[in-house]
């Protein structure tokens, strides 16, 4: 179900978009007061309450929010940027074209159906997350893997799940005679095979070549060709592959006979192709060919939230017939703080380590993890402050900032950050040890200060 709520719209103009929107077949549940998306948001001006409402209610865009200007006239040049930056799913004017009513019905559609998929089982067992980042990437690999043919580059860290990406997106196409998935590691094609490798060869056409063979186009044909780590692919076989993806045709190695193939193309690459075609290591014309869509992957410092889950999911692989062990508060704490630069597949390598020492029904203590992975213990005099937060301190004493001051302006910050790391107030206010309400009152008190301060200045200056 769909909220509707509206922040300073008038009336009439208000009414009437409800009218529109119930002959679309949309009946939202009308909601005034505070909470949480998914929802289409009217309003009639971009402020900073309006700003603060789409980042509660999507809670920094986890939940769809839909953002409506009553009018083109309420949103000025980078409006609708800024929301989007608060987690609005869209923005647009009402009468930015002639059916917005039709526009919005199909918007939710699609996004209704894009998460439906996300939440399925096939999906959430595959590709694990909870974390704003993660949720994000998920829902584009959905929504390109069931409702395009488009080819798509997944970028990321070594470690990140570009495979599992490539897996899911083919598992996801909904052509009607979809063929196999192959996959070709770029990294471990021989140079001199590499022709063979892609398009095949016939017999004797090479030294050793006692019988024809199909290539990766040929195997793909229908289906979904994988190239892992693209970037590490010569430029001799970048411009052969661009010319079968472009014409669908090809030669095996040794023949004369021309072939048709038509395949899905994925790409995965660690490397900043961009960057690379700049340097002439990589064709332009190639990454504009195979990045019709593009998915960055967060690496795990990115989702730190999400290594929980993570690490309960490779527990239950070591306890298929479950139930798999709780961590000691200690362990979980250092899977928390854990640096790891291998992301994902460090992280499952680590906690199979551990695993594989547990013994017994009880939980997996501070005993289970490897001796070279145990932290070293800290000072028992260490703090979370330093001299770098005197020296701050210092600084503000001297420029005749009161404790009044000092107090206001680091709880600010602190919400502040809290707010942008966990993206929405439920979760800042357990990291905080607040209550939301109270967080919500600390908040509102900060705008009306601030804004008691530029009425002041304003006053002055005049």
């Not at 119930?22 to 309003?43: C, H, Q």
């Not at 083109?72 to 609708?80: E, I, P, Q």
């Not at 909904?174 to 892609?198: H, M, N, Q, W, Y």
């Not at 993806?245 to 193939?261: A, D, I, L, P």
Request: net charge neutral; glycine share 10%; hydrophobic share 40%.
């Amino acid at each position: 179900m769909w909220t509707l709520f509206r922040l300073a719209v008038d009336s009439t103009r208000s009414n009437g978009i409800s009218r529109a929107l119930a002959r679309a077949g949309l009946g939202p549940a009308e909601d005034r007061g505070a909470g949480t998306g998914p929802g289409l948001l009217v309003f009639d001006a971009v402020s900073t309450e309006l700003c603060d409402l789409v980042r509660e209610r999507s809670r920094g865009g986890i939940e769809r929010v839909l953002a409506v200007a009553a009018s083109r006239s309420a949103l000025r040049s980078g409006d609708a940027w800024l929301l989007l930056h608060a987690g609005a799913s869209d923005v647009f004017a009402w009468d930015h074209s002639p059916h917005p009513a039709a526009e919005i019905a199909a918007r939710l559609d699609r996004w209704e159906a894009v998460d439906a998929l996300a939440r399925s089982p096939m999906v959430q067992e595959s590709l694990i997350g909870q974390s704003p980042a993660w949720i994000r990437g998920v829902r584009q690999v959905v929504e390109v893997g069931r409702f395009t043919d488009a080819s798509m580059l997944i970028t990321g860290e070594s470690g990140t799940g570009k495979e599992l990406v490539a897996r899911m997106v083919h598992a996801l196409d909904a052509r009607a005679t979809k063929g196999e998935l192959v996959v070709v590691d770029c990294t471990t094609i021989v140079p001199t095979l590499s022709g063979s490798e892609f398009f095949g060869h016939e017999k004797g056409a090479f030294t050793g070549a006692m019988a024809a063979r199909d290539g990766a186009f040929a195997l793909a044909d229908g289906g979904t060709l994988f190239l892992d780590e693209i970037g590490d692919l010569p430029l001799a076989l970048q411009g052969e592959l661009l010319r079968v993806v472009q014409e669908g045709m090809y030669k095996r190695v040794g023949g004369n006979t021309w072939r048709k193939t038509r395949f899905r193309l994925l790409c995965a690459t660690n490397r900043n192709l961009v960057a690379e075609a700049m340097e002439g290591r990589f064709r332009k014309d190639l990454y504009y060919r195979i990045a019709a869509s593009t998915c960055q992957l967060p690496s795990l410092r990115e989702r730190a939230e999400d290594i929980p889950l993570l690490a309960r999911h490779f527990l239950r692989a070591r306890w298929p017939d479950g139930p798999e062990p709780p961590l000691d508060d200690d362990v979980a704490e250092l899977l928390l703080t854990r640096e790891y630069p291998g992301n994902v597949r460090e992280l499952r390598q680590f906690v199979t380590r551990i695993a594989s020492r547990h013994a017994g029904p009880g939980p997996i203590t501070v005993g289970d993890v490897p001796a070279d992975e145990r932290p070293a213990p800290a000072p028992a005099a260490a703090s979370w402050h330093d001299e770098r937060l005197e020296q701050c301190v210092r600084q503000a004493l001297a420029r005749g900032v009161t404790l009044r001051g000092l107090t206001r302006a680091v709880g600010e910050i602190a919400i502040r950050l809290a707010l942008a790391d966990t993206g929405g107030v439920r979760a800042a206010s357990r990291r905080l040890g607040v209550t939301e309400r109270a967080l919500q009152l600390r908040r509102a008190a900060g705008r009306k200060v601030a804004e008691r301060e530029v009425s002041t200045l304003g006053g002055d200056s005049a």
